[in-house]
């Protein structure tokens, strides 16, 4: 009667983590992206000359100190990365992939690849998917980074897989927003026109007024190579241009 009755609560809920189903998928990967795409969105452009990746950084209550509040991080001084999902999670990504870098740096003396990044961080969120008593991570994640073979976005899920993108979006309404990037992406774009169209694009889906205080824009450019996060003034000027 118990099992019955735990069965009928939990209705076809799947806690096995390393376990296949009858139509081939790991369930717990799937709940996974269930969560990233509840949470608030995260965007990325490669441009002509750079990349940029843009995030809604809206607070929940106007009591929180939004200056700790940070969704974009640097792994290498040329390479950021930005999530959708579960921060606590991305934190632990983003620990690894620093402490991976630097050994790469200690190593190599030169600064970690893109798509060395990528790999290690794909790398551990597929390990979790295949090993007992943990779960998969709760969040997607953008890398965007300039190196030898020019700027590079990519996207990293759950599974622990990595795709390269010219743009695209994840989390709440991604759909949607990766249709508008489809619509205003172009491959000659210059990094200064895509900045534009990644805070026109976020705002298609804002809840409530978009201003320089939540949302959080990071690029890296052609010229120097080095990932860095924007300023508030600076938003603030790409705001009043998309105007």
Same mark, same amino acid.
């Given at each position: 009667?118990?099992?019955?009755?735990?069965?009928?609560?939990?209705?076809?809920?799947? @806690?096995?983590?390393?376990?296949f /189903?009858?139509?081939?998928?790991?369930?717990?990967?799937?709940?996974a992206?269930v969560?990233?795409?509840?949470g608030?969105?995260?965007?990325?452009?490669?441009?002509?000359?750079?990349? *940029?990746?843009?995030? %809604?950084r809206?607070?929940?209550s *106007?009591l929180?100190?939004? /200056?700790?509040?940070?969704?974009?991080?640097?792994i290498?001084?040329?390479?950021?990365?930005?999530?959708?999902?579960?921060?606590? %999670? =991305?934190?632990?990504?983003?620990?690894?992939?620093?402490?991976?870098?630097?050994?790469?740096?200690?190593?190599?003396?030169e600064?970690?690849?893109?798509?060395?990044?990528?790999?290690?961080?794909a $790398? $551990?969120?597929q390990?979790?998917?295949?090993?007992?008593?943990?779960?998969? =991570?709760?969040?997607?994640?953008? *890398?965007?980074?300039?190196?030898?073979?020019?700027?590079?976005l @990519?996207?990293?899920?759950?599974?622990?897989?990595? =795709?390269g993108?010219?743009?695209?979006?994840?989390?709440?309404?991604?759909?949607n927003?990766? /249709? =508008?990037l489809?619509? #205003?992406?172009?491959?000659e774009?210059e990094?200064?026109d895509?900045?534009?169209?990644?805070?026109l694009?976020?705002?298609?889906? @804002?809840?409530?007024?978009?201003?320089? /205080?939540?949302?959080e824009?990071?690029?890296?450019?052609?010229?120097? #190579?080095? @990932?860095?996060?924007?300023?508030?003034?600076?938003?603030? %000027?790409?705001?009043?241009?998309?105007?």
């Amino acid at each position: 009667l118990k099992s019955t009755t735990a069965t009928s609560i939990m209705g076809d809920m799947n @806690f096995s983590l390393t376990t296949f /189903n009858k139509t081939g998928k790991l369930m717990q990967i799937e709940y996974a992206l269930v969560r990233v795409q509840q949470g608030k969105m995260a965007l990325g452009i490669k441009a002509k000359n750079g990349v *940029v990746i843009a995030t %809604d950084r809206k607070v929940s209550s *106007v009591l929180v100190d939004s /200056n700790e509040y940070q969704k974009i991080q640097s792994i290498t001084p040329t390479t950021g990365i930005v999530y959708a999902g579960m921060g606590p %999670d =991305f934190r632990v990504i983003v620990r690894n992939a620093r402490k991976a870098a630097q050994k790469y740096y200690l190593t190599y003396r030169e600064i970690q690849p893109v798509s060395q990044v990528v790999k290690e961080s794909a $790398l $551990l969120m597929q390990e979790y998917t295949q090993s007992g008593g943990v779960r998969p =991570f709760g969040v997607s994640c953008l *890398v965007a980074g300039y190196d030898d073979d020019g700027p590079q976005l @990519f996207q990293v899920d759950p599974s622990g897989s990595s =795709f390269g993108w010219k743009a695209t979006a994840i989390g709440k309404n991604y759909v949607n927003a990766k /249709n =508008f990037l489809e619509r #205003r992406y172009d491959d000659e774009v210059e990094l200064d026109d895509a900045v534009h169209i990644a805070l026109l694009t976020l705002r298609e889906s @804002f809840e409530g007024q978009m201003d320089e /205080n939540n949302v959080e824009v990071g690029i890296v450019t052609a010229e120097d #190579r080095i @990932f860095r996060i924007l300023t508030p003034a600076e938003v603030k %000027d790409y705001l009043d241009e998309a105007n």
